[in-house]
Structures are given as structure tokens and as C-alpha cells.
């Protein structure tokens, strides 16, 4: 007798096992629909093939599914008590799908993003707002911190994307440039400088200078620019974020030399007057983006704007 019994689980398992999704489609379709007719037309297939899915489903199933009444079907005790089971799965097969189709379009997801100070004030949240506006459904989160803070921060792998100007690297971090120009002079609107189309270290000397701080990496290439012939500007102020400079500046408090981008912003609102140098100072801004993970389509989709703002400045 338990030999017999065995051997029967073992059938109902092997036949279980052979459950289709197509054979539980079709019991829903006619339990909603029902009728077979009408179940296969929300299939798109043919009443013989509802028929034959639904014989093949009670046969594994071990127990009739549906009476049938002339055209009508009507379901068993034992079918309703599975269509609630079905109906459980489906709703949860539905949500997913619709998560999937939010998340191909864009409809939902984060980004993480960590910024320097020159590119987190201004630059970066007029790149966010207008991808915003173009995806409304992703939530977009920004840190401004140093670029070694930046580093640190893409090296936890939780944080999507990180821009920030670096002479080092990390072993959980890929580095590239991303954009590079020339640094530029900065001047107080109407002050004597503007006549001249581009300024030499030589313009410097003696002149009331807002410096970066020490420990600003740029700091000792603007150092080198300015001591080029003995010149000797007068330092009346130190400050570590470019913008901080920028105010001083367009404060009359002196002359300055910072990155283009901060500059050029400060330009467009009439705050400041650039101007080139010469020799050219190059400034490098580096994307930097985890090394363990590959991009999301939401951080390619955002890196494009950056890119293409970065490509404007060319353009200016």
C-alpha cells in the first residue's frame, strides 16, 4: 500500500509539474470571461486551443475546473478556490510589469550624484532641473563636497556619479576627464584691466589678489603663473570655493584667477569681467563613476546633459 502510494505522488508531482503559464491564462480568461469563445479572443488564439489548455489543466490538476452548461462554462468549487490563488499571482505579475515599463521610461528611479563646489552651485542644478523636467519620475540627489570627499563618496559604490578636479585615484574608482579650459581672470566690472584682451602675470604685480586657499590643489599652478617675471600681487584674501572668490571680486576687493566654469557664471549675470591669461592655465574637471557597477541608463541619460552643457562652454 505505501509502495502505491508513492508511486501515485510521484504521478500528481511529474503531471504538476508540467503546469504551463499559458494553461493558467486561459483558466482566467474563461472564469472572467465565461466562455470559451470569449476567452480565446482575449488570447487571440481559437476556441479549440482554450479548450485543449483548459483539458490539459484538469487532467494535471486531477479535478474538473468547469461545468458545462450549453455554451456557457460555470466553475467548480475547487476553480474558484484556485482563482483566487491565480488572481493573487497575476496582480503581483502586473505590478512588476508596470515597474519594468516605469523603469524603461524613465517614470521611475534615483540618482545619486556628488559634486565639487564649483560645478555643485550652479552648473550641476541647472543640469538636474532640466533633466527633471525631461524625466519627472527620477529622483535626483546631490552632495556637494571637496573632490577628495567626491572620491570617497564614489568608492562606497552608492553614489551613482561624481565630478570633481583630482591628481589621485582610487582602486574603486574609474577617473576620466571630462572637461577641460583655460582658467580665467576675474575683475571687478569697469575696472582699468578690461582694455586689455588678455592678461600676463606681469598685469598682477602689485595688485590687491583674492587667492584660493592652500590646500586648493590649483593654488601652486596659479602661484607659479603669477611669480613668472617676479611678479608679486598683493594677497588681501584667501577663499576656498570659487564662488566665495567671485563675490569678493565682483565686491571690489581685488583681482582673481579661478576655474572657468565658476567664472563664466558670474560673467553672465554681470557680476564679474573675465578675462583669458597668457600663458593658458588649463583646468581639468574629471567624472569619476564606480568601478564595481556599470552605469545606469538613468546616470547615462543624465552624464548626456552634463556632456552637452560641458560642450556650450566650448561654445562661449
Do not use: N, W
Not at 480568461?29 to 482575449?42: E, F
Not at 460555470?74 to 493573487?88: D, F, G, S
Not at 569681467?273 to 583646468?283: A, C, H, M
Amino acid at each position: 500500500m505505501i509502495f502505491v502510494k508513492i508511486i501515485r505522488f510521484g504521478y500528481v508531482f511529474t503531471m504538476l509539474s508540467r503546469l504551463t503559464h499559458r494553461q493558467i491564462e486561459a483558466f482566467r480568461a474563461v472564469i472572467d470571461t465565461g466562455k470559451i469563445t470569449a476567452a480565446a479572443g482575449v488570447l487571440g488564439t481559437t476556441q479549440p486551443s482554450i479548450s485543449k489548455l483548459i483539458a490539459d489543466l484538469e487532467y494535471a490538476a486531477g479535478f474538473d475546473l468547469f461545468e458545462r452548461r450549453g455554451r456557457q462554462v460555470v466553475p467548480t468549487p475547487e476553480a474558484l478556490a484556485l482563482y483566487e490563488e491565480v488572481e493573487r499571482s497575476f496582480v503581483g505579475m502586473a505590478e512588476i510589469s508596470r515597474v519594468i515599463k516605469d523603469i524603461r521610461d524613465f517614470r521611475k528611479g534615483s540618482l545619486m550624484i556628488a559634486g565639487m563646489p564649483a560645478l555643485a552651485l550652479k552648473f550641476l542644478p541647472d543640469v538636474m532641473a532640466e533633466f527633471i523636467a525631461a524625466e519627472p519620475g527620477i529622483t535626483v540627489s546631490l552632495r556637494a563636497r571637496s573632490s577628495p570627499a567626491v572620491l570617497r563618496h564614489l568608492s562606497s559604490q552608492q553614489f551613482d556619479l561624481g565630478f570633481a578636479a583630482l591628481d589621485t585615484d582610487h582602486p574603486a574608482v574609474l577617473r576620466r576627464p571630462i572637461f577641460t579650459a583655460p582658467m580665467l581672470a576675474v575683475l571687478p566690472p569697469g575696472h582699468p584691466l578690461e582694455q586689455r584682451d588678455v592678461l600676463e602675470p606681469a598685469d598682477f604685480d602689485g595688485a590687491p589678489f583674492i587667492a584660493l586657499g592652500a590646500e586648493i590643489g590649483t593654488r601652486s599652478e596659479t602661484d607659479l603663473f603669477l611669480s613668472a617675471g617676479g611678479t608679486r600681487p598683493r594677497i588681501v584674501a584667501e577663499a576656498q570655493l570659487s564662488a566665495s572668490i567671485c563675490e569678493l571680486v565682483a565686491a571690489g576687493a581685488g583681482l582673481s584667477i579661478i576655474e572657468p566654469v565658476t567664472a563664466l557664471h558670474f560673467a553672465a549675470a554681470g557680476r564679474v569681467t573675465v578675462r583669458p591669461l597668457s600663458p593658458e592655465q588649463p583646468f581639468r574637471y574629471d567624472l569619476l563613476l564606480p568601478a564595481l557597477r556599470r552605469p545606469s541608463r538613468i546616470a547615462s541619460r543624465f552624464l548626456d546633459l552634463v556632456e552637452a552643457r560641458f560642450a556650450s562652454f566650448v561654445r562661449r
